[in-house]
T-cell receptor
């Protein structure tokens, strides 16, 4: 089900370091996953997606890893910058699903 | 290109007053439409979704309702607001009959019930 009512965990990283944000999903039938970035006062923005027939997908400075065995998703951000400070959500869906189920979110704080 | 508009951006309403938030999507047809609520510092809670005109599914029982009078218009309403209705409301859309595509979000409405 949805993760509602949970306070956001926070990850603090030094500028220039790599960040790893983790997400556990619950539905073994989920076959499509997205990472979103949400800046303060704005709607979530798409970062990267991955389908269940893949284990890894790379974008610009971001990599998503999918481990279906343990139902775990991670987002790696290389050379983290101050502009990366935001809340990051993972979302899962399946081919027959009408809805995305969002994880509780992680707040990324980039330290100067 | 597709765009999603959501308004107003901020709203302060007294307890017991009605609510109407509107969301429209441009550049696509027959989208799936969603309303989410986000409490401060928390995750996204799905409130309603719609796969077509007049078709509304409610995920959470509450004093809110949703309507879809046109293909690309989604409205969130309440007859009498409660303090607990305060939050950040997000409209979103996906393309196609199934949810296996990216969801695009509006910029949100910050609702404060006083």
């Amino acid at each position: 089900g949805e993760s509602v009512g949970l306070h956001l965990p926070t990850l603090s990283v030094q500028e220039g370091d790599n960040s790893i944000i983790n997400c556990a999903y619950s539905n073994s039938a989920s076959d499509y996953f997205i990472w979103y970035k949400q800046e303060s006062g704005k709607g979530p923005q798409f970062i990267i997606d991955i389908r269940s027939n893949m284990d890894k997908r790379q974008g610009q400075r971001v990599t998503v890893l999918l481990n279906k065995t343990v139902k775990h998703l991670s987002l790696q951000i290389a050379a983290t910058q101050p502009g990366d400070s935001a809340v990051y959500f993972c979302a899962e869906n399946n081919y027959y699903g009408q809805n995305f189920v969002f994880g509780p979110g992680t707040r990324l704080s980039v330290l100067p | 290109s597709q765009t999603i508009h959501q308004w107003p951006a901020t709203l302060v309403q007294p307890v017991g007053s009605p609510l109407s938030l509107e969301c429209t999507v441009e550049g696509t047809s027959n989208p799936n439409l969603y309303w989410y609520r986000q409490a401060a510092g928390r995750g996204l809670q799905l409130l309603f979704y719609s796969v077509g005109i007049g078709q509304i599914s409610s995920e959470v029982p509450q004093n809110l309702s949703a309507s879809r009078p046109q293909d690309r218009q989604f409205i969130l309403s309440s007859k009498k607001l409660l303090l607990s209705d305060s939050g950040f409301y997000l409209c979103a859309w996906t393309q196609g009959s199934f949810g296996n595509t990216e969801a695009f979000f509006g910029q949100g409405t910050r609702l404060t019930v006083v």
